[in-house]
């Protein structure tokens, strides 16, 4: 059963606003402070990272290097391409090194650009549809290579960043073997705080279902400290920085 | 889960010992994990200013814990989320196994979550017969082995690859090569498979955002994105004390959490998720439910001795750095959390004072947890404290006297710890002989420094206080200048607070 019984959900719902109050009240009531819980807003004055280090910034260039840095210490690899002209030549060289059979990707117009379809005619591939979720998924998952263009990147870590939308399955990045993410050169931020910053601001709206920090191949050290690529997540991660 | 043999710590910790294989596993791997941390923070720099942010945000979030939570919950439930409050751990399971048997689910694939562990949720679903399946590689080892971990960060750090080879050829049917590729291979796949079976996906969370509801996992592998991205309905178990104000919040916990656990700059993973998919998304839970698990927390809200272990992230740092875990291993400590926080934990939660007798014993009080803990839990202090409550609630026959003895007696112990620690790997080996214990020093002799191996080794701290006493008043050695103020502040800070709770 996928989705439950709006009745089941109703109960539920009713019990869960009944046991909130005591829950809730209970806490307040540990902290000293009576009724249902402490309503103002409290002063929130260490919020985020310490002062000097919202005032740390790396040059471009320097953005850029210790983002290569970082991401190829982690295990995975990168290159610098100079224009989306050249990127598809890249990414199709990539994808035949690897041996890559079938490819899922993004539904964004700069992804379609690369013309895969074209450039590699015997390679089944595929365009996530959120339309058909259960067949995206299952195609995602028998992959070989999942192809999307990040959000942003950080610097000082070697993070990518997707999120998700109708248009950009989460398993797009996650369940091929092998992973191909687009940075354009002017979505490199330096600290985590600026991408945090932003989700802050529209926290209020909504923010996307979800939002992922990707630092690298899937890793796992769980037998005897032996560091094995590619448990789970993709094995193979190719950060490509276009511009 | 089956602990390992023995009821007390000491039991466990010599039965732990004669595992040679774990006593080394642990030692490396602790090492390993220690070494990368130092390592990481000297590299990202001003740690101190780091850890001081750390805890005021958390002591901040802790102190309006209230307000945080139904600010949380609103936002969660504006995103479509079902919000469900469990006091004890039983609420917890009841609820888990309600939506599971209402959606008819068959299996149920969890990520890692020590609150699970905490309520037992594997025996709640497996009660009603529902599979569930662990998707980390090393909490799927070990439930394959029916045990419980043995280490927050690393749980199969117990293991050896031809066990794991063993563990896993019965899975598959057929004879597995005990090489890490071969067998985590196998695990993938096995794995993937049941991603795409399960009708529910169970993960934990590191952090809860309250501005917007969201929740935050960290993760190395990739199955807590693939729990919360292929099934279904989607089941978070959240403890409540896990909460911060906001996304800026978050870049201070993913610079202390991953650098602190293993020494990365971030885990391969952090996922923010909010809510179940939107209408027009192809991936991610249908529909989420959070349960927000009391179990014990409450407790320690308004004891000023004991509220700052909420602010704990989990991170393990403080289980690397103690020189009792890296010498007795994981499953040496009774329930979910070991090392220095699962000594203090343990007992807070279950409010167990019984047991503090045992386990706050298992400590050498050097202060390591401390320096290592990104938040700054002054869990030595909090050892101190449980020992003392001991005594105030006559579970010891000897009175405040005595047990202020103890407490110089402690630093004394202390400090011919780590003299010995420091004679290093020839020291180490003298320890463990024919599989017995022959330690002159640490946890296997309580707080204390034995001349002569005890004969009856089960024999109480209580009972050997006299003897205790007697020994230390003869010989004691002058307690370093530092130690000695810091234990008399606690105990004049306890005397004007009203020591009696
Ligand atoms: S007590 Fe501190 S060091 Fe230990 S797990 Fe918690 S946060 Fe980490």
């Known amino acids: 059963m996928n989705t439950s019984d709006p009745s089941f959900l109703a109960k539920m719902e009713q019990q869960s606003r009944e046991q909130q109050k005591r829950f809730i009240g209970h806490i307040a009531n540990r902290l000293g402070r009576g ?30 290097e210790r983002f290569m840095g970082n991401w190829r210490a982690a295990g995975g690899h990168t290159e610098r391409v100079a224009g989306w002209e050249e990127l598809s030549g890249v990414v199709t060289r990539i994808l035949q090194e690897h041996g890559a059979q079938s490819t899922i990707r993004h539904d964004l117009p700069e992804l379609a650009g690369l013309r895969l379809e074209q450039q590699l005619p015997e390679l089944a591939h595929r365009v996530w549809n959120g339309q058909d979720p259960d067949a995206s998924l299952a195609a995602a998952a028998y992959t070989d290579a999942g192809i999307v263009l990040v959000d942003d990147a950080v610097a000082y870590t070697g993070s ?15 369940l091929p073997n092998l992973l191909i993410a687009i940075v354009p050169t002017e979505r490199m931020k330096t600290r985590l705080g600026e991408v945090m910053g932003r989700l802050s601001c529209s926290a209020g709206e909504g923010l996307p279902a979800g939002v992922h920090f990707i630092s690298g191949p899937s890793r796992s050290s769980d037998i005897e400290n032996d560091l094995t690529i590619g448990v789970h997540g993709p094995g193979i991660a190719y950060a490509l920085i276009v511009g | 889960m089956s602990k390992p043999q023995g009821s007390s710590v000491k039991e466990r910790a010599e039965t732990a010992l004669k595992d040679e294989f774990l006593v080394n596993a642990v030692k490396f791997t602790t090492e390993k994990l220690k070494n990368g941390k130092k390592a990481a923070t000297a590299e990202h720099g001003n740690w101190e200013e780091w850890r001081e942010r750390g805890r005021q945000i958390r002591a901040h979030t802790i102190a309006h814990l209230d307000y945080y939570l139904n600010q949380f919950v609103d936002h969660a439930r504006a995103q479509g989320v079902h919000v469900h409050f469990a006091p004890e751990a039983k609420d917890a399971a009841r609820i888990a196994v309600e939506i599971a048997k209402h959606k008819q689910a068959k299996s149920v694939v969890k990520s890692k979550s020590m609150v699970s562990e905490e309520v037992h949720i594997n025996e709640a679903f497996e009660g009603i017969g529902i599979e569930s399946i662990e998707s980390d590689l090393g909490e799927y080892i070990i439930q394959l082995a029916n045990e ?20 896993l050829s019965k899975e598959a049917g057929e004879t597995l090569a005990p090489d890490t590729k071969i067998l985590a291979g196998f695990a993938r796949r096995k794995l993937r498979d049941k991603f795409l079976e399960a009708d529910i996906g169970l993960t934990g969370a590191n952090f809860g955002i309250a501005e917007s509801g969201s929740i935050v996992i960290f993760e190395n592998e990739g199955n807590a994105r693939m729990v919360s991205t292929v099934p279904k309905t989607q089941i978070t178990l959240m403890g409540m004390e896990r909460l911060i104000p906001t ?36 991936d991610g839970p249908e529909e989420m439910h959070i349960i927000i698990v009391d179990n014990g927390r409450s407790l320690q809200l308004g004891d000023p001795d004991f509220q700052e272990l909420l602010n704990c992230i989990r991170c393990g740092a403080c289980l690397n750095a103690c020189p009792v875990y890296r010498h007795i291993g994981g499953h040496s400590y009774p329930g979910t959390y070991s090392g220095p926080i699962g000594a203090v934990l343990t007992p807070a939660l279950n409010k167990n004072t019984e047991e503090w007798q045992d386990i706050a014993n298992a400590s050498s009080l050097c202060g390591a947890c401390y320096e290592a803990c990104p938040v700054k839990i002054p869990l030595h202090d909090m050892l101190v404290y449980l020992r003392n409550r001991k005594v ?22 202390s400090g011919r710890f780590k003299q010995a620690v420091k004679l290093g ?21 309580g707080w204390t420094a034995y001349r002569h191996i005890p004969a009856l080794p089960s024999r109480s701290f209580r009972e050997r206080w006299p003897q205790l006493d ?32």
């Open chain 2, 392 to 413: 105030e609630r006559g579970y010891t026959t000897a009175g405040e006297k005595l047990a202020m003895k103890g407490f110089k007696m402690l630093m004394k112990s």
């Open chain 2, 425 to 445: 790997q020839t020291g180490q080996k003298l320890l463990v002989r024919d599989g017995y214990i022959r330690s002159q020093f640490g946890p296997l002799k």
């Open chain 1, 160 to 174: 990518l960043v997707v999120t998700s939308s109708a248009e950009k399955g989460r398993s797009v990045s996650l």
């Open chain 1, 35 to 64: 009724g249902a819980g402490d309503s103002r807003k409290p002063e929130h004055p260490y919020r985020g990272a310490p002062e000097f280090w919202n005032r740390y910034e790396l040059t471009h260039e320097e953005r850029i």
């Open chain 2, 148 to 167: 419980p971990p043995s280490h927050i960060i690393i749980p199969a750090i117990h293991k050896n690859r031809y066990q794991i080879a063993d563990l």
């Open chain 2, 247 to 282: 996304w800026d919040d978050l870049e201070v916990m993913a610079t202390l959490l991953p650098r602190s656990a293993t020494g990365q700059k971030l885990t391969v993973y952090m996922s923010g998720i909010t809510g179940p998919r939107r209408t027009a998304d192809g």
């Open chain 2, 470 to 501: 007697a020994e230390v008043g003869a010989s004691l050695p002058p307690m370093p200048e530092a130690m000695k103020s810091r234990m008399e502040s606690i105990v004049a800070g306890r005397k004007e607070r009203g020591t009696k709770r």
